[in-house]
């Protein structure tokens, strides 16, 4: 049976375009806020949702994301809402692909079996855990890829050709390259490192590439779509809503329409040839 991440992408390539893929923390900076932008990203021009488990330590984000968590978690986001979020969106939308990503430390004290039986039941369509390696495939990899789960794995420019078929085995859905060395939302992406690193993996797996990290604005969200079939835009959106908030942390006014204005142009960026 094809999954609905699957179909997005033969979708994309019938169209002959690259695909949007916008992060967004659950919670991030109220339940509300956050459901509500989520709802609305389908019709901004987002192809595939990523939403982020709150976590306490997201040692591979960087200061904007982690923030995005430390709001998230202070507004009574947990993985049990994370969940009832991605529910309540697939009341109206059964067609958008939708990833968690997080951290296996909440999914482990959660309990692995709960975890992939609720997600499944909500709608969710893939799973990126960050610091869960392939060695350790056993832990939650296996089990979910048997609940019908795409496994999204992260390839890195450090990733050589002898570490790739470990990195690339058991991934389904697509392969995610980090554009950069280091943490989210930090430098700029290099379009012609990308597009090396992009080429080589594509010498090792027929999955679709998405890249991420670094990607800022709809010029860069361009050039980094004439070499992968998705983008992945995290930090730039969580920027805005920071920016958005009162000094006590409230939405503005504005927030979700900024935010949805932002993805319309990296949306219409990505579609220029």
Known sequence: MTGRIEKRFQALKRDGRPGLVTFVTAGDPNVETS??????????????????????????????????????????????????????FRTGDSETPVVLMGYYNPIYSFGVERFLEEIKIAGVDGIIIVDLPPEEDRELC??????????????????DDERLPAVLSNASGFIYYVAIMGITGT????????????????????????????IKNPESARAIGDTA?????????????SANLSIEGKPMPKLVEYVLEFVEKLSRGIRQK
Not at 188 to 196: D, G, K, T
């Open 187 to 214: 430098k700029s992406a290099n379009q012609e490192e990308v597009r090396a690193g992009v080429a080589r993996l594509r010498n090792h797996t027929d999955l679709p590439i998405s890249v991420g990290f670094g």
């Open 229 to 241: 079939d998705a983008v992945v835009v995290g930090s730039a959106i969580v920027d805005i809503i």
């Open 142 to 159: 296996i089990p979910a890829r048997k609940a019908g789960l795409d496994w999204i794995r992260l390839a890195t420019p450090t990733t």
């Open 35 to 88: 459901l509500n932008i989520i709802q609305k990203l389908p019709a901004a021009g987002s192809d595939i949702i990523e939403i982020g488990m709150p976590f306490s330590d997201p040692m591979a984000d960087g200061p904007a994301i982690q923030a995005s968590s430390q709001r998230a978690l202070a507004s009574g986001m947990t993985l049990e809402a994370t969940i009832d979020l991605v529910q309540t």
